[in-house]
Nanobody
Framework: HVQLVESGGGSVQAGGSLRLSCAAS????????MAWFRQAPGKEREGVAR????????YYADSVKGRFTISQDNAKNTVYLQMDSLKPEDTATYYC?????????????????WGQGTQVTVS
């Protein structure tokens, strides 16, 4: 039974930082793609960042490039999203997702497992 548990959301002023964590369990954490998506009210779910866990290759949406950093701790089966220079438009519910397989996609549909989401509010 695969579980993804996010933590680290909260409220912050513009220019501030937050770090989100996604702990994966019940799955062999090898050669997968882990990603962060976000969804604001009335908007579609948007891919923010993703990491190919085997190679360590990372990919970012243009809107967060240079401000957000995705990383992994293989020993803890955990993926992080460090968010710096936060803007009000970053306000959304952030979701962690896992895709079985090395290929990483921008689209949400190929991802097999999802966390419950964590709220990030930037004022």
């Amino acid at each position: 039974h695969v579980q993804l548990v996010e933590s680290g959301g909260g409220s912050v002023q513009a220019g501030g930082s937050l770090r989100l964590s996604c702990a994966a369990s019940g799955y062999t954490y090898n050669r997968n793609c882990m990603a962060w998506f976000r969804q604001a009210p009335g908007k579609e779910r948007e891919g923010v960042a993703r990491i190919a866990t085997g190679s360590g290759n990372t990919y970012y949406a243009d809107s967060v490039k240079g401000r957000f950093t995705i990383s992994q701790d293989n020993a803890k089966n955990t993926v992080y999203l460090q968010m710096d220079s936060l803007k009000p438009e970053d306000t959304a519910t952030y979701y962690c997702a896992l895709r079985a397989g090395a290929a990483c996609y921008t689209d949400a549909r190929p991802y097999d497992y999802w966390g419950q989401g964590t709220q990030v509010t930037v004022s």
